[in-house]
């Protein structure tokens, strides 16, 4: 299946034309990786062909994931707002090698290289497909921009990403049918991490898992000090 051919199925289940597209990769201090996919278009375009907006994701989501590609990933959030609706998809890889499977990945790009000498992992796509960004008067499906949001638990030593966001060691690239390259690169230092964001990252993904904890061990506290009291007072009498 060409590469082309694949990027309009996912888009033609998911969505009908003008399709956005948000990419958000994390790749942590293992090379465990994490890929979000968030996905949406314009309510009046919808509206065309469905009655329901509230069933779209869902609708959507089941078709696809009926393909095997797709197999393992979760329909994570819906997204509802007053002008667009959609979803946002999810997948994990427990290394790079794995990584190569991604549906995004080869569908945009051709292939991509793993090197690592020492400390350092470089990382970089090749073969950018630009025809995927097809206009609408070309074809009935047609994407947008793609926003590739990598976000790294160590540092990056070097990369040509658009834009970054310290704060989150995020790197940015916009790609589109005016990409020159389209090429995605970085090299990331195994040895050096960025604590602030992997507890962060922490914290975020366990949440849930953490209130619960706390709200155990607090209700566990309250309980010992209620009876540490009963007894207390039992005593004095």
Known sequence: MSRNLKLLIIISLIFITGCSTKYDLTIDSDLNL???VTLYENNKTLEVYNNNLKLVPDQKFSQYKEMSTFKNYKLIKKIFEKDKTGGVIQT???????????FVLTTIFEDIQFLEYGNIVNIQTSGYNPSIFVSEEDFEFFMEDIEVNI????????????????????????????SKSGNIMFSIDKSKKRYDIIIKDFINDNLFSIIGIGTLLTITLLITIVMYRKNKNSISI
Not at 151 to 159: A, I, S
């Open 151 to 178: 976000k790294f638990h160590n540092d990056v030593v070097e990369n040509n990403a658009q834009k970054y966001d310290e704060k989150t060691n995020t790197y940015t690239w916009i790609l589109n049918q005016d």
């Open 34 to 36: 994490k890929e979000t």
């Open 92 to 102: 994990k890889f427990s290394s790079l090698e794995k990584y190569r499977d991604s």
